[in-house]
């Protein structure tokens, strides 16, 4: 997924309960239906995914203990009815506009006590352990 979406120039995200349900027609506060089949996890990573990235924001792409890449946030959130068609026909609808760095080395970092969440919101001390790691 990662390449396809650096050549894209998108980050994306899904979740199967919610794969076909568009967020501009949504609030915070009035999530769609399906919104509570997720896991709270999950719920808490599309909500930042959706609501809270902006315009600006950096942001990396981590694959296991791998850092591979680094882009800025270039558009809101939206919606794309063509699909970034994904493993076992997974639909990664739920998409944000990314300038990629082409010039980011990949590194291997451990940030944080959890491994597994999507999204988290690094602290400045992440970011300087990220920049100041060697590449591979």
């Excluded at 089949?37 to 909500?47: F, H, N, V, W």
């Excluded at 946030?73 to 076992?88: M, T």
């Excluded at 590194?107 to 920049?131: C, F, M, S, Y």
Aim: with cysteine.
């Amino acid at each position: 997924m990662w390449l396809r979406c650096r050549d894209l120039g998108v980050a994306a995200i899904t979740y199967d309960p919610v794969e076909c349900d568009d967020f501009r027609n949504y609030t915070r506060d009035h999530p769609p239906q399906r919104w509570r089949e997720m896991t709270p996890s999950q719920r808490y990573a599309l909500a930042r995914f959706v609501y809270e990235m902006q315009v600006g924001d950096v942001i990396y792409v981590k694959q296991g203990r791998t850092i591979v890449g680094r882009g800025v946030i270039a558009g809101d959130y939206h919606f794309d009815l063509v699909d970034l068609p994904g493993d076992l026909g997974t639909r990664w609808r739920h998409q944000r506009h990314v300038g990629w760095c082409s010039d980011f080395g990949i590194r291997e970092v451990i940030l944080g006590k959890q491994q597994n969440v999507a999204i988290v919101r690094l602290t400045p001390a992440d970011v300087t352990l990220v920049e100041q790691s060697p590449t591979c």
